[in-house]
């Protein structure tokens, strides 16, 4: 590794306007070797230059720090990876409880537990917050997949590993993860309170107001969040991290988490089925082990997780085999500059010469009649709950085509493997494509670019368009302690209008049942048992209540 080109480049990067601030810490042989800061903490004139010292927010880089306890609470005997996590939550609920009973903290930290996606930047604040978060709101959760069957990554649900944590040792999280984790590694600076950071050497989150970058002032916060995100802390405190899974275990020369462990945290557990992507920054992410995102980079094993919360774009990159990773902490960024960035950093590592993103060749076509025949248990409707998309798979003669609703023509589909597929693109680029099902009835799933689908069957209208009026009016996620993301849901001619905050009012196509989808994603419309009011239910997982009643002609 060259550090006088890494630096050039990192100030190139800054001074070109691509990265408002960073830091980068790099380890190499159980040591930190390169830790610099670029550019300003914020960009107005009260912002001040970037040092070793600055506070980033890590996002989901938590994840890999709540897999680290838990693997130690593992080894000290207080909890199994494998045994019912209802041995250690006895007043845990689920919807299915069959499903629930099966649930293990090897789903939890593997994000294959089979309930769906939900998080908030901005919740509820107090002790024990993270025990009623938890049993109110995965009661309610659908399990999508069976435990065990497929990636599918959930912030809450991961959360459920901090929670048994908590259980079994009578202690809070944020207390557990510094006695466990942040002082034995000399973690000095990490910090679960957002009021502490901002006191200090915070590089500030931004957002685009009038072609200028802004500072927002609130930090993202929220206590039931903590074993999945919410951390602050410097580049260098998680280069420490780095050196445990870079060294066999051991920290300065003392074990800190057993062989054993870390082979489980670093074994792929789930994959995310992207063979075929061209993006050479896809394969680092192919699959998940527990609280590590697992891959590799030209040949080389990749151990990495991010990190992105409002602006924060954060990496922990490590090249286990080459006993060599980065820390690279990003308060505001362009996202091509700041990935060419991070594909410029592996190159360094692994003495390459960089070349920029070049695609990946494609995978040689794979051609079989038993693979054709099983078409027809392809073809259908499928939608990604968590984002709204909608995509459906059809034959047409000798070809299988794929169409994403509001991306333009239909892709056909170029089989790689038996279930597995690609799309090319008209930018050049390719879309992964893997059908998930024995072979006998039709697909239940489609991973679709690593993202995972559910097969869609439409259903009747459950209400008269009349009788939708009833919903109109105001609704707000309990937890959620952000103003602006209040729901405003207005019915015109039978006809659903909905809007975010003072965001623009959006149609809504309904997609059977009670179910609808407009831009902000998918819902569904509820009338709850307990005669509190409608409910509009979000991805399948997040409650809002409805705290005002609408008019028919009241502003959406």
Known sequence: MNTIEVADRLQAAVEAGHVLGLSLAIVQNGAIVFNRGYGRTVAVETGVPVSPDTLFAYGSIGKTVCGVLVLRLVQAGLLDLDRPLVTYLPRLAFSDEQAGKRLTLRHVLSHTTGLPAAGREYGPQGPGILQQVIEDEILHYPFLAEPGALHL??????????????????????????????????????????????????????????????????????????????????ARDL?????????????????????????????????????????????????????????????????????????????????PDERFGFVLLTNASEEEPLMELVVFLYDQMLSRLHRGLVPVPAPKPYTDSE???????????????????????????????????????????????PGRYIAALPSGSRLPVAFLGDGAAPVAHMILAGEPYQRHIRQPAAEAPAGLTDFAGRYRDPYNTNPGEILHLKIVDGRLWLREGHGEAMACEPLGGMAYHCDLGFFELQRSVDDTGPLLVWGRATRYRRVSPGRLGDDP
């Open 153 to 234: 990554y959930s912030n809450t649900a991961f959360c459920l590993a901090g929670y048994a944590a908590e259980a079994v040792t009578g202690v809070p999280y944020d207390r557990l993860a510094r006695e466990w984790v942040f002082k034995p590694l000399a973690m000095e600076s990490v910090t679960f309170d957002p009021p502490a950071a901002s006191t200090g050497r915070l590089a500030l989150p931004h957002e685009a107001r009038d072609q200028t970058l802004q500072p927002i002032a609130r930090l993202p916060a929220n206590d039931a969040g903590h074993p999945s995100s919410f951390a602050y802390g410097t």
């Open 371 to 417: 693979e054709t025949a099983r078409w027809c248990l392809y073809e259908g409707a499928y939608h990604n709950v968590e984002w709204g998309r909608m995509a459906k798979v059809r034959r047409s003669g000798d070809e299988l085509l794929l169409h994403r609703r509001g991306e333009g023509e239909e892709l056909a589909l170029k089989a790689i493997a």
């Open 239 to 319: 280069a420490h991290l780095a050196i445990v899974h870079l060294e066999q275990g051991h920290f300065q020369g003392q074990p800190f988490l057993a062989p054993r462990s870390l082979a489980e945290m670093h074994r792929e557990q789930a994959s995310r089925y992207i063979a075929g992507a061209a993006h050479p920054l896809a394969y680092v992410s192919s699959g998940y082990g527990l609280g590590l995102i697992t891959g590799h980079y030209h040949g080389h094993r990749v151990l990495r997780h991010g990190g992105m919360t409002l602006s924060y774009n954060c990496f922990f990159e490590l090249l």
